[in-house]
């Protein structure tokens, strides 16, 4: 099995600054494409960021500029660095990666449990 867990969230002002972790872990071979997925209350879950193995990026518009994804591979681990918060930020935030638990087994999307980040004065 694998398991992706989260932490950094929290409550931050506006214009406060927060930085998520998810580390993967459990029977993995390899990993594609690692990312942060977001949800605020009564919308639908949204694309943040993404970053593949080799390092290439994309993000959201609404947060370019703003927030800067990483990752280890040798920690399997990525790292999602948000700036200039902003009230609409907030939500869950979810980590999703593609994993490939043996040579011979295809990708497999594997989801955290999400981190609540609330931007409020």
């Known amino acids: 099995q694998v398991q992706l867990v989260e932490s950094g969230g929290g409550l931050v002002q506006p214009g406060g600054s927060l930085r998520l972790s998810c580390a993967a872990s459990?029977?993995?071979?390899?990993?594609?494409?690692m990312g942060w997925y977001r949800q605020a209350p009564g919308k639908q879950r949204e694309l943040v960021a993404t970053?593949?193995?080799?390092?290439?990026?994309n993000l959201s518009d609404s947060v370019k500029g703003r927030f800067t994804i990483s990752r280890d591979n040798a920690k399997n681990t990525v790292y999602l660095q948000m700036n200039s918060l902003k009230p609409e930020d907030t939500a869950v935030y979810y980590c999703?990666?593609?994993?490939?638990?043996?040579?011979?087994?295809?990708?497999?999307?594997?989801w955290g449990q999400g981190t609540q980040v609330i931007v409020s004065s």
């Open positions: 459990g029977s993995i071979f390899s990993i594609n494409a």
């Open positions: 970053i593949t193995d080799g390092g290439s990026t």
């Open positions: 999703n990666s593609k994993v490939r638990r043996s040579k011979w087994s295809p990708y497999d999307n594997y």
